[in-house]
Every structure is written in structure tokens, then in C-alpha cells.
T-cell receptor, first 114, second 114 residues
Framework: AQTVTQSQPEMSVQEAETVTLSCTYDTSESNYYLFWYKQPPSRQMILVIRQEAYKQQNATENRFSVNFQKAAKSFSLKISDSQLGDTAMYFCALRAFSNYQLIWGAGTKLIIKP | DAMVIQNPRYQVTQFGKPVTLSCSQTLNHNVMYWYQQKSSQAPKLLFHYYDKDFNNEADTPDNFQSRRPNTSFCFLDIRSPGLGDAAMYLC????FGTGGDEQYFGPGTRLTVT
């Protein structure tokens, strides 16, 4: 069975600070993808960043980057220079390469304070 | 802009009264998904279509049905809503559904059962 665990139900930081959201996972698949999705209050879910498991280089998208530790099965999201618009639920998700289903973590509610 | 549209955004129905939620997409994606999401929890996949091929999750209640009459539209029918079916229902689409394929979400329909 595949699982995704987000151990931080809620976090809050001051605007402009850097914050790291944790995610660990378990899978027996050798080829898989990892995702971070963001769901702002009353707005739709959007993809923040994705990582192919076979790539050693950590994915980066502007202020968002990941720390992918394959051996430790860890996939944390770092948000630099946080902004008020980063306030949202963040979900970590896993998909095996040949599978259609996303395995979701429970989510982390991130609050950016002015 | 290409997008995923859900109507209505808010739906109130009575206990046991059938209700239909709709989703349309202008992305021309092959795969359409229906998720149920309860108060800040992770989305729970109910079913998905790959083109016209319907795939039901094993734990999706029989009370939930779906139709996809064409590429652009997909409907979620709840035959006899119970109080426990009150939730946000998310529609999502993707190109081919596996691997690193991104899912594009609609804004959701919030269902209230009275």
C-alpha cells in the first residue's frame, strides 16, 4: 500500500519568512511522481510543483522548491519570501508512474501573517 | 482561458432528494475525475473517466453515479443524498491520467443536505 504523511496540521509564519512543509511517503514502486498542490481558501486547487522520483535534482518553481530525499522517502516543500497569497492548504501527493490515482496526504494549513 | 467549470457553486438539497452536479472543461482533456472533499481534508476520489471508460473506486457508495456524455461534460448524480454526503465536490481533468500528469481542478460545488 502507498501512503503519504503530512505531520504538520497547521503552520503560521510572518510574511517574507521562509517556511518548510514536511511530507513523508511510502511506496514499493520504483517509478513515481510526487506533487505539492495548493488550495487557497474558497479557491481552486492548483499544482505548485512536481518531482520525478528518478531525478536527483530537486524541482524549483520560483519561490517554491523541494527537498527530495529518496532514500528517506521525504519530500518537503520550501517557500521562500512568503507572501500573504501563500495562505492555503497544502497537500502532498504521490502517484506511481503507471497508475491513475493520486495518493494524498492529510494536508497542512499554512497561514502567512502580515 | 482554458478551464474547468463547475455548476452550481453552491447546491442545497433535501435529504433523499436526487441532485446532479455538473462539470465542463475547455481543456480537451481525456480524463475527468470526481472527488469528494470534507472540511479541509484531502480529496477522496469517487470515480474517473478515461474518455468514455468509467472507473469506479471500490469504496464509492452506490448512491453516487456519473455520466460523461461527451469529452467536455461530466455529471455527478447523487440518487438519495444523506446528511453524510454534505461536502465539497471537486471535478478535475488531466491529459492522460498517469505519471507526472497534472490535474486541473474546478472551483468545486459545495453541497448542503437539509
Amino acid at each position: 500500500a502507498q501512503t503519504v504523511t503530512q505531520s504538520q496540521p497547521e503552520m503560521s509564519v510572518q510574511e517574507a519568512e521562509t517556511v518548510t512543509l514536511s511530507c513523508t511517503y511510502d511506496t514499493s514502486e520504483s517509478n513515481y511522481y510526487l506533487f505539492w498542490y495548493k488550495q487557497p481558501p474558497s479557491r481552486q486547487m492548483i499544482l505548485v510543483i512536481r518531482q520525478e522520483a528518478y531525478k536527483q535534482q530537486n524541482a524549483t518553481e520560483n519561490r517554491f522548491s523541494v527537498n527530495f530525499q529518496k532514500a528517506a522517502k521525504s519530500f518537503s516543500l520550501k517557500i521562500s519570501d512568503s507572501q500573504l497569497g501563500d495562505t492555503a492548504m497544502y497537500f502532498c501527493a504521490l502517484r506511481a508512474f503507471s497508475n491513475y490515482q493520486l495518493i494524498w496526504g492529510a494536508g497542512t494549513k499554512l497561514i502567512i501573517k502580515p | 482561458d482554458a478551464m474547468v467549470i463547475q455548476n452550481p457553486r453552491y447546491q442545497v438539497t433535501q435529504f433523499g432528494k436526487p441532485v446532479t452536479l455538473s462539470c465542463s472543461q475547455t481543456l480537451n482533456h481525456n480524463v475527468m475525475y470526481w472527488y469528494q472533499q470534507k472540511s479541509s481534508q484531502a480529496p477522496k476520489l469517487l470515480f474517473h473517466y478515461y474518455d468514455k471508460d468509467f472507473n469506479n473506486e471500490a469504496d464509492t457508495p452506490d448512491n453516487f453515479q456519473s455520466r460523461r456524455p461527451n469529452t467536455s461534460f461530466c455529471f455527478l448524480d447523487i440518487r438519495s443524498p444523506g446528511l453524510g454526503d454534505a461536502a465539497m465536490y471537486l471535478c478535475a481533468t488531466s491529459t492522460f491520467g498517469t505519471g507526472g500528469d497534472e490535474q486541473y481542478f474546478g472551483p468545486g460545488t459545495r453541497l448542503t443536505v437539509t
